[in-house]
């Protein structure tokens, strides 16, 4: 699989445990960042959010999200919060890391000729995990404004530096445009996985690499014309790391999130907790062991259609 490897990942993850999961939102101007953050805050099933964005009026919160605004914060409805970075967006991670045991998640929305990566670089100096970067590109726009001679770098720049994206205005366009469209970025941001979406339709699980891995629960639910193709095991007992780097190295391209809980035989007494969102792979520590918790791990895959081998991955958790 293309992009970071565990073993840099637990490495910079191991100076902390459970950190607040912290995801980049990017893409060029009118790419659907605004649509998908309220879609987001409205299905954000108890989750408590904070976003970072340049200024309210680029963000563009539904009003009856909206409880109040207290200076340079809107309180929502849901018990997330919208801040802004006109003080700098260092100045505003630092605040929300004091008031970290209220979040459960920072969304940070890029500006729209802004570089996420760097955005993304900001996580772990305020002790943030960086679940990921996902970038949207506009389905019936992105080519033309990747060859704009003020624009298009920036454009290339922001799809180069995604670990998702996330292809939006699915249903502006005929079936063929699509079809070149997904080609196109193929081959502008090889290896990384392309999530297809229709206005109001993208899956928040995967966008956000939430945990909640649940093998005899399917996937459900589907994005324009593509439903997902998924895989799950369960195994009593711990693994060896090395089989699992090994299995997390052979996941193919088209894998948008593999997520999970396992138990590892050289350390037997705690949890891990497995992310992988598109090319970004995290395994940390869970806090404690639990008193009387069944040693056992529960792996999770979440792809294209037609992106997983059953049989392969099934054979790769044999004993």
Same mark, same amino acid.
């Given at each position: 699989?293309?992009?970071?490897?565990?073993?840099?990942?637990?490495?910079?993850?191991?100076?902390?445990?459970?950190?607040?999961? =912290?995801?980049?939102?990017?893409? =060029?101007?009118?790419?659907? +960042?605004?649509?998908?953050?309220?879609?987001?805050?409205?299905?954000?099933? @108890?989750?408590?959010?904070?976003?970072?964005?340049?200024?309210?009026?680029?963000?563009?919160?539904?009003?009856?999200? /909206?409880?109040?605004?207290?200076?340079?914060? &809107?309180?929502?409805?849901?018990?997330?919060?919208?801040?802004?970075? !006109?003080? @700098?967006? #260092?100045?505003?991670?630092?605040?929300?890391? #004091? $008031?970290? %045991?209220?979040?459960?998640?920072?969304?940070?929305?890029?500006? @729209?000729? !802004?570089?996420?990566?760097?955005?993304?670089?900001?996580?772990?100096?305020?002790?943030?995990?960086?679940?990921?970067?996902?970038?949207?590109?506009?389905?019936?726009?992105?080519?033309?404004?990747?060859?704009?001679? =003020?624009?298009?770098?920036?454009?290339?720049?922001?799809?180069?530096?995604?670990?998702?994206?996330?292809?939006?205005?699915?249903?502006?366009?005929?079936?063929?445009?699509?079809?070149?469209?997904?080609?196109?970025?193929?081959?502008?941001?090889?290896?990384?996985?392309?999530?297809?979406? #229709?206005?109001?339709?993208?899956?928040?699980?995967?966008?956000? @690499?939430?945990?909640?891995?649940?093998?005899?629960?399917?996937?459900?639910?589907?994005?324009?014309?593509?439903?997902?193709?998924?895989?799950?095991?369960?195994?009593?007992?711990?693994?060896?790391?090395?089989?699992?780097?090994?299995?997390?190295?052979?996941?193919?391209?088209?894998?948008?999130?593999? +997520?999970? /809980?396992?138990?590892?035989? %050289?350390?037997?007494?705690? $949890?891990?907790?497995?992310?992988?969102?598109?090319? $970004?792979?995290?395994?940390?520590?869970?806090?404690?062991?639990?008193?009387?918790?069944?040693?056992?791990?529960?792996?999770?895959? &979440?792809?294209?259609?037609?992106?997983?081998?059953?049989?392969?991955? %099934?054979?790769?958790? !044999?004993?």
């Amino acid at each position: 699989m293309h992009g970071h490897g565990i073993l840099s990942a637990q490495h910079h993850c191991a100076m902390r445990e459970q950190p607040v999961p =912290y995801t980049v939102l990017g893409g =060029y101007l009118g790419a659907g +960042k605004t649509t998908l953050l309220n879609q987001l805050l409205r299905s954000n099933a @108890g989750a408590r959010f904070a976003v970072v964005v340049n200024d309210f009026g680029a963000i563009g919160i539904d009003a009856e999200l /909206i409880a109040n605004q207290d200076g340079d914060t &809107i309180n929502l409805t849901n018990g997330c919060i919208c801040c802004t970075a !006109s003080d @700098g967006l #260092a100045d505003v991670l630092d605040r929300l890391r #004091a $008031r970290s %045991d209220d979040i459960d998640h920072v969304i940070v929305e890029a500006s @729209g000729v !802004s570089d996420p990566a760097r955005i993304g670089n900001y996580a772990g100096a305020f002790g943030f995990e960086l679940r990921g970067v996902v970038v949207l590109a506009d389905a019936e726009q992105v080519r033309s404004r990747s060859v704009d001679k =003020y624009v298009g770098g920036t454009v290339l720049s922001q799809l180069r530096s995604a670990d998702m994206l996330v292809l939006t205005k699915t249903d502006l366009v005929e079936l063929s445009q699509l079809d070149e469209v997904r080609a196109w970025l193929g081959g502008t941001a090889p290896g990384t996985p392309i999530l297809e979406s #229709a206005p109001g339709n993208v899956p928040t699980d995967i966008v956000l @690499g939430e945990l909640g891995p649940a093998p005899d629960s399917p996937v459900t639910g589907a994005t324009h014309h593509v439903d997902y193709d998924t895989w799950s095991h369960e195994r009593s007992g711990p693994m060896d790391r090395s089989a699992l780097e090994a299995f997390i190295g052979a996941l193919p391209d088209g894998v948008f999130r593999a +997520k999970g /809980i396992v138990h590892l035989a %050289d350390d037997p007494d705690h $949890r891990h907790v497995l992310q992988v969102v598109g090319r $970004r792979v995290s395994l940390t520590r869970d806090t404690g062991p639990v008193a009387g918790e069944v040693r056992r791990c529960r792996l999770v895959v &979440i792809a294209a259609p037609g992106a997983l081998d059953h049989e392969r991955l %099934d054979a790769s958790m !044999s004993p």
